[in-house]
């Protein structure tokens, strides 16, 4: 008999930003796998397991959870945010093209949760409201060097960049130098966001220019938009400015 894998996405933070159907898939499902944090945000339910798992074992995670639901349990994998955005949907894509047959026959539910520059930009206006991209800065699947060519490439092209991961205790350099590289393509007036727990009682949102943009304001939880040429600032009194792209672009 085969089981069942839904792949979760809770969103950035609090419970508001978990969709329906997303709770429904962790409520129906015996076993939830993931990284610790992202368990930690769900009730304990009686009668459902858990497997927290570190970080970096996400192939290991999707594998025990696909064995899991191979033996015909309903079994619920949970990233934060975006399951698909640089997070364990594409794990279990990767584990079941390189696994056993048997995984092959297990039903597959991808569901989708707001992503962290979504509810960055949400937060700041409407930033990625032209073209945009976003592009990881952990250099831990790939190497540096297709990051720099990735990032002199977006900017070069004119998007708006997201920037996930774009600093831990174990990269503490690449921000910094993604920062001194996209200078090399856009105005120093180029906005530059900082969203820190975005979507979390201690979110915090800062907004720079690229020519001050200082890269200490971000450490893991902090996801980076850095605006395109087009990309604008509205001060308003009393409030927090409003960073938008506009809608139309020249040449
Ligand atoms: N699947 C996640 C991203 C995982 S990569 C998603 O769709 O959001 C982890 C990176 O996401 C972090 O280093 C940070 O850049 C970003 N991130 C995740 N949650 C965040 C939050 N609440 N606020 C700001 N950035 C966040």
Redesign the pocket.
């Known amino acids: 008999m085969s089981g069942r894998l839904a792949v979760i ?1 809770l969103g ?2 609090d419970a508001r930003f978990l969709t329906p159907e997303a709770a429904e898939e962790i409520a129906g499902a015996e076993a939830l796998y993931g990284y610790a944090p992202y368990l930690a945000r769900l009730p304990e339910r009686a009668g459902q397991a858990r497997h927290a798992s570190d970080n970096r074992e996400e192939i290991a995670r999707a594998s025990a959870a696909l064995d899991h639901a191979a033996k015909g349990a309903r079994v619920a994998v949970v ?5 698909g ?3 364990m949907a594409a794990a279990v894509c990767e584990a079941v093209d390189k696994g056993p047959a048997a995984w092959r026959s297990v039903e597959m539910r991808v569901v989708p ?1 707001i ?3 979504l ?2 930009a949400a937060a700041a206006g409407a930033p990625l409201g032209h073209d945009f991209c976003a592009i ?1 800065l952990s250099d831990n699947l790939k190497p540096w060097d297709l990051v720099e060519r990735r990032l002199d490439a977006a900017a070069a092209a004119g998007f708006a960049i997201a920037l ?3 600093a831990s205790k174990a990269r503490p350099w690449q921000l910094g130098a993604a920062f001194d590289r996209l200078r090399t393509h856009l105005p120093a007036t180029t906005p530059v966001i900082f ?6 009682a201690d979110e915090r949102m800062t907004v720079v220019t690229l020519g001050t943009a200082d890269p200490a304001l971000a450490d ?4 980076v938009i850095v605006g395109s040429a087009e990309t604008r600032v509205i001060e308003r009194p009393g409030l927090a400015p409003l960073v938008y792209s506009p809608r139309s672009a020249s040449a």
Do not use: I, Q
């Open positions: 996405g950035p933070g990233s934060g945010g975006d399951p955005v640089f997070a949760g992503t962290a520059m509810a960055t990881s996930y991961n774009p969203g820190r727990a975005v979507g979390r893991m939880a902090t996801l």
